[in-house]
């Protein structure tokens, strides 16, 4: 589990194919990275990721077809940046919310406004989403957990701070670019109890 709160950006080093699938190899540029295991868990622009192989600087992480094609992942390039948190552990903080990371699907930046010193950013999400998306609800961008400013059937509109602009890979995104979404979990939760009270 995350909590959208990212820790540091990193730069993809290099996408190695490899059996038919990839492996990144992602250098964690300002993500503490003083202690690390095999196996565990690094959300990677909000995708979770099992680290492969490691060293001081940098981690392995292999990527599948079917998260390659669910995902941005599989449009990376050497020198993209990419939003790095490590998993929950149960004495951290939970400032942002619950996050698994695991990505319901791909959006599209539409929009991006000056709103005095924030930013207001639109994004269009498929329709199968849409509907668990809510005005002052929680939303996963990129590994970005986000308050909903409006919520409509296109899509959603979220304020950037100076600092969450600043301090994670959407300084380098831009309108057309595309996204990773993850909704609320809570939302997911509610539609499976409510949908097996009206099969009983």
Known sequence: MFTGLIQG???VA????L???VRLHIEVGSLP?????????IAVNGTCLTVVAFDAQSFSADASNETLSLT??????????????????????????????????????KQIDDDARAQRWRFEVPSALTRYIA???????DGVSLT??????????????PHTVEHTAFKTTRVGDAVNIEVDLVARYVERLLLD???T
């Open 9 to 11: 950006v990193g730069r």
């Open 14 to 17: 290099r996408v190695e194919p």
């Open 19 to 21: 059996g038919g699938d």
């Open 33 to 41: 990275f003083d202690v690390v295991e095999m196996g565990e868990s």
């Open 72 to 109: 941005t992942l599989g449009t990376l390039a050497v020198g993209s940046l990419v939003n790095l948190e490590r998993a929950l552990r149960a004495s951290d903080r939970l400032g942002g919310h619950w996050v698994s990371g695991h990505v319901d699907g791909m959006g599209t930046v």
């Open 135 to 141: 005005k002052k609800g929680s939303i996963c961008v």
């Open 148 to 161: 909903v400013n409006e919520a409509d059937a296109q899509g959603f509109e979220v304020a950037l701070i």
């Open 197 to 199: 009270k009206e099969l």
